[in-house]
C-alpha cells in the first residue's frame, strides 16, 4: 500500500448513490467514467440496492465524476446521491469496480 502524501493535492470522496443503481451497469460504467476523468478509487454494489463508491483524485477531476454520478448510465435512475470527505492516507493507484 502507498501512502498519500500530507501536501497532496488530492481528495478523497465516500460516496453513496440511490435509486434504480443496480443492474443497469452503473458500477461498469462507473470504472470506464472514472478511467476517463483520472480519478482513483472503487466502487461497488451494497446490500440495501445502493452503491458505494469511494473517488479519490484532484479536486476538479473528482467533482466531475461526482457530478456524473447523479445522472449514471443511461438505465439508472439515481434519486439520491450523498457525500463526505473521507480521511485516509492510502493512495488508490486506480479506479476498480469491487
Given at each position: 500500500m502507498k501512502k498519500l502524501y500530507k501536501d497532496s493535492e488530492s481528495e478523497t470522496l465516500d460516496v453513496n448513490?440511490?435509486?434504480?443503481v443496480q443492474g443497469v451497469g452503473f458500477r461498469a460504467a462507473t470504472v470506464r467514467q472514472a478511467h476517463l476523468l483520472g480519478v482513483r478509487g472503487w466502487v461497488r454494489n451494497l446490500?440495501?440496492?445502493?452503491?458505494?463508491?469511494l473517488l479519490q483524485g484532484p479536486h476538479?477531476?473528482?467533482?466531475?465524476l461526482l457530478s456524473w454520478l447523479h445522472v449514471g448510465p443511461?438505465?439508472?435512475r439515481v434519486s439520491e446521491?450523498?457525500?463526505?470527505?473521507?480521511?485516509?492516507?492510502?493512495?488508490?493507484?486506480?479506479f476498480e469496480q469491487i
Open positions: 448513490i440511490k435509486g434504480r446490500d440495501d440496492g445502493s452503491v458505494q463508491a476538479d477531476r473528482v467533482d466531475r443511461p438505465g439508472a446521491v450523498d457525500h463526505s470527505e473521507a480521511f485516509t492516507e492510502r493512495y488508490f493507484e486506480r
